[in-house]
């Protein structure tokens, strides 16, 4: 067996690729006339670091990360090889000792051409592995290539098929298919994403302009720019992401949704696809969900310990319903499972209906709403409540007659979560009573809501103390702050993950009076204040001062928020 078969057979025996999905990779790898393990890794069944790193037990060979690279090769003056000969063959020249060159490949295969630049000499070679990106990106930045994978790619890619959405090829369905069908445009868009999930973004988004296709990455909560393609690539990339969302590629004037399923690195990623015509194009945004089941702890949120304290003691209550708040992408639904988590033992029955389900849990039953077909919110909860259920989680009550349902469920013995779109706890009440739901009802039935937001954490690697001004000390209650830095470990951002802010209203006696007199959501605010509940800012500020994260932050996600 060659030393490619052993890691294939290694990647069979070690379950990563499934035996049903094996003869499939032969097919296309023998159709390419390569390592069927590169095979495997662009068709997203192992990532290109899992099988490195597996080739560097089985042969010794030391593998390398992106930033453990050297930042400078040895001068190539004086010497037969040239920068192009180094970045078709993925060599990266280390350094040339007395008695050897060492080298950093990416494919073992390339060895014997690493051998071959020391033709006429008595030197030996050491080499060790990086991924074809970190290698791309040290000759590039080494010898001023002007390489790196994405140039690789586009480099392949036909020039006479390929043209702007301004042409009237592009208009075809049949040329749009072939374009989207070429190798090359797979790897690139196969690449966009595993580069999206490699990061941790949550969203691609792909917009067209004037003279450029832009790609930008949302990675906790905040968009950065990432290496594009070319314009002329933009019909070719646009109509491969609606191939594999299942979407008419001939349809550009008006929006479309759909969803891909796809393997990258070995792990089911599920994307949420929407399109929309833009002057210049169709922008195109892809939501990232991790298809594995869903394991969140309360404790890890970001809860302080008193709310903590409270929220668990609601959500374990019998009957009643518990609303969470706050805008789109504040983490609501993430709050939501890591309850469900919490309580989900076999004595009970979880039923969710949710548009989208987000992620499995295991002994839940999830429902997905489908509007096209008669299955939403409404009649989906009518359904449910014949189910037997100890908890539900509706996904969001966005009209009076999801709201009186889900009411009337938690009046009679079922335990409710659900969320709703206001920037406090307090304003949660307020809406359900705009909806028109009866203020009688929304007293007896709600047990509390929590308003929450997502702060950027600083990196711990490089946050840095400082002395804050006087308003900022006056703000924050202390004399000690951090602030953002930037460093490799955080991709210069200077904070790396997110944590939540919370603000927890228990509907007591007190409170419970005051919606009962229709009482305006500020003065239920104060009360809840009174007895000790913080609002979302004081939550952030006890957060700055321990410096989990920054002024800045605390200030952007409640920039609504008036103390």
């Known amino acids: 067996m060659s030393d490619t078969g052993v890691i294939e057979q290694e990647l069979i025996d070690s379950g990563r690729i499934p035996k049903d999905a094996w003869r499939m990779i032969k097919s296309q ?40 690279l050297p930042t400078s090769g040895f001068a190539l003056d004086g010497s037969n090889v040239s920068a192009s000969f180094l970045a078709e063959h993925k060599i990266y020249p280390v350094r040339m000792g007395d008695d050897f060159l060492e080298a950093v490949v990416c494919d073992p295969a390339s060895i014997p051409m690493v051998e071959a630049m020391l033709v006429g000499s008595d030197k ?75 990061t941790g973004a949550s969203d691609i988004h792909i917009e067209p302009f004037e003279d450029d296709l832009m790609v930008r990455y949302r990675i906790d909560g905040i ?24 979407l008419n590629i001939a349809e550009k004037r008006l929006p479309q949704d759909g969803r891909i399923r796809t393997r990258i690195g070995g792990k089911d990623i599920d994307m949420r696809v929407s399109t929309i015509p833009t002057v210049y194009g169709e922008s195109i945004v892809m939501r990232i ?62 039923i969710t209906i949710e548009d989208p389900v987000e992620y499995q849990m295991k002994g839940v039953n999830q429902i997905q709403v489908r509007p096209q077909i008669g299955l939403t919110f409404q009649n989906g909860l009518r359904s449910i409540v014949r189910q037997d259920p100890d908890i539900i989680m509706v996904g969001e009550i966005r009209d009076i007659e999801t709201a009186e349902i889900s009411i ?110 229709k009482t305006s959501a500020h003065v239920i605010k104060e009360q809840a204040r009174r007895e000790g509940m913080k609002t979302l800012r004081e939550d952030g500020w006890s957060k700055v001062r321990r410096g989990i994260t920054s002024v800045s932050e605390v200030v952007r996600v409640t920039a609504e928020e008036v103390i």
Not at 223 to 246: F, G, T, Y
Not at 333 to 341: E, G
């Open 408 to 517: 009337q469920a938690a009046l009679t013995g079922h335990m409710v979560f659900s969320t709703v779109h206001t920037n406090d706890s307090a304003g949660a009440i307020t809406r359900l009573l705009d909806m028109g739901v009866e203020h009688y009802l929304i007293s007896s039935a709600l047990v509390g809501a929590l308003a929450q937001r997502l702060v950027r954490i600083l990196c711990p690697a490089c946050k840095k103390p400082y002395t804050p001004t006087d308003n900022e000390a006056a703000m924050v209650g202390g004399s000690s702050a951090y602030r953002e830095v930037g460093c490799r470990d955080c991709a210069n951002t200077g904070y790396k993950g997110r944590v939540g802010i919370y603000e927890m209203l228990v509907v007591d006696d007190n409170v419970r009076g005051l919606i009962l007199k």
């Open 289 to 350: 969900l991790d298809r594995g089941a869903v394991v969140i702890e309360l404790n890890t949120l970001g809860f302080p310990e008193k709310e903590l304290q409270v929220f668990g003691g609601m959500i374990a209550k019998p009957y009643g319903m518990l609303l969470v708040t706050g805008p789109t992408g504040s983490g609501k639904t993430t709050t939501l499972y890591a309850a469900l988590n919490k309580i989900n033992t076999p004595d009970k029955k979880i």
């Open 29 to 68: 790898g023998a159709q390419g006339r390569k390592s069927l393990w590169k095979t495997a890794v662009a068709m997203g069944y192992v990532s290109e670091a899992e099988v490195l790193s597996l080739i560097s037990r089985k042969f010794g060979l030391p593998f390398l990360r992106a930033e453990e």
């Open 124 to 198: 030996g070679v050491k080499i060790s592995l990086a991924t074809e990106e970190a290698v791309h990106l040290a000759i590039a930045r080494t010898f001023g290539t002007g390489s790196s994978v994405m140039d690789s790619i586009v480099g392949h890619v036909d020039e006479s098929g390929i043209g702007t959405d301004d042409t009237a090829m592009d208009d075809d369905p049949d040329h749009l298919s072939d374009l989207a069908s070429g190798a090359p445009v797979i790897r690139l868009v196969n690449l966009l994403i595993q580069r999206a999930v490699e």
């Open 223 to 246: 968009l950065h720019h990432a290496e594009s393609p070319p314009k002329k690539m933009q019909a070719a990339v646009a109509s491969r992401i609606k191939i594999m969302a299942r």
